[in-house]
Structures are given as C-alpha cells and as structure tokens.
C-alpha cells in the first residue's frame, strides 16, 4: 500500500530535549516536505526536499533541521524543542513538483507537546 | 504569492442532502488544485487532484470543479453522509519559485443524521 509514514504518531517532551520524528515514504518519490497546522493559521511548510541531498527552508524553518541521505526517508529534528513548537505535524511527499498531474500524499501527522 | 480562501469555515446540512465546498485562489496561474479530507486526530486524506487542464474530476460521490479564470474551485458531495462529517482543504502551488502547497483553513462539515 502507498503511504506515509510518520513516527510518533504523539509526543510530549520537554523544553530543550532534542528529539526526532520520523518520515518514511514507499513511493519512490522524489519531493518530501513539512508542514505544521495550528488553530487559526493553517498548514505552514518548514522545510522540503527536492532529492536525496536537496533540502531548502519553507515558510518557519527556525528551530528546526532536515536531512535528506535516502530517497524514502526525511526525518525532521528539533534540536532545542520550545513550548511554541508544540504542534500537529505532517510530512508530505510527492513524485516530483510542479507537475500538474502529480499529487501530494500526507502521513498521518505527529502531534507534539512541549511543556 | 498564492493564497487560499474557503468560505463558510464551518456548515451544518441534514444527511442526504447535496451540497458544494467553496474554494478561491488569488494565482491563475495554478496548474493543479488538491481538495483533502482531515477527520479529528488523524492525517490528510487526498479526495481528488483537479489539473488545469481539466474542469471537473470525479470520485464516487464527490465532484471537483476547476475554473483558472474565476479562481474557483468547488467540491459538490452528492447525498452526503454522516461519514462524511469531516474537515475539507483544498490546496494549490504557492506560485512560480515557491515549491510548497499553499493551503485553505478548510470547511468543517457536519452532517447530522
């Protein structure tokens, strides 16, 4: 089955406690991104990925890192987590990008407390 | 740059009735438009992607309208559901040099029995 997969699914962490959440994809694709929804804003995308080794920053990158070293994989770290990071955060992929006929698959979105 | 509009944020409709999702875009330019669907908790379900190219897709029961000259897209749900009770988005290319999807703040439905 086509998916994305993100782990966890939930945490609660504390302030300034590196951590780690994971993307995986299994559709060969070659665009990957992040997004956070909160109430009131929307989804707002922190950083994506062209390729294996191709990463640029999207709207609120700060305080967060990527990396891109296998085509299926695209975790996001958040190396000093804060309290304004707490979120609902999705990971995105698609086949490539600006392509009409290409569509964006989500995973099932990771729901981040920090206290 | 892209923005996205979806009026009402909210509609309450009595099971089985028809009903259509607005959504507005400010760039003509879009090539494609995605409409999802978010239940509480969980992730974003892709419905229908609407390429430029074409004016209407189809999935069972739902219909995706495009029109670049409007900058409209609507969603028609024929003989909705309680199931269908969810929150909808739709999303379009931020524009030329920008290589992220830009998103309404969605429709919450309901669809009371």
């Known amino acids: 089955e086509a998916q994305v997969t993100q782990n966890p699914r939930y945490l609660i962490t504390v302030t300034g406690k590196k951590l780690t959440v994971t993307c995986s994809q299994n559709m060969n694709h070659e665009y990957m991104s992040w997004y956070r929804q909160d109430p009131g804003l929307g989804l707002r995308q922190i950083y994506y990925s062209m390729n294996v080794e191709v990463t640029d920053k999207g709207d609120v990158p700060e305080g967060y890192k990527v990396s891109r070293k296998e085509k299926r994989n695209f975790p996001l770290i958040l190396e000093s987590p804060s309290p304004n990071q707490t979120s609902l955060y999705f990971c995105?992929?698609?086949?490539?990008?600006?392509?009409?006929?290409?569509?964006?698959?989500f995973g099932q979105g990771t729901r981040l407390t920090v206290v | 740059k892209q923005e996205v509009t979806q009026i009402p944020a909210a509609l309450s409709v009595p099971e089985g009735e028809n009903l259509v999702l607005n959504c507005s875009f400010t760039d003509s330019a879009i090539y494609n438009l995605q409409w999802f669907r978010q239940d509480p908790g969980k992730g974003l379900t892709s419905l229908l992607l609407?390429?430029?190219?074409?004016r209407e897709q189809t999935s069972g029961r739902l219909n995706a309208s495009l029109d670049k000259s409007s900058g409209r897209s609507t969603l028609y749900i024929a003989a909705s559901q309680p199931g269908d009770s969810a929150t909808y988005l739709c999303?379009?290319?931020?524009?030329?040099?920008?290589?992220?999807?830009?998103f309404g703040k969605g429709t919450k439905l309901s669809v009371i029995p």
């Open positions: 609407i390429q430029s190219s074409q």
């Open positions: 995105a992929s698609s086949l490539v990008f600006e392509t009409a006929n290409t569509e964006a698959f």
């Open positions: 999303a379009g290319p931020s524009g030329a040099g920008s290589y992220q999807l830009t």
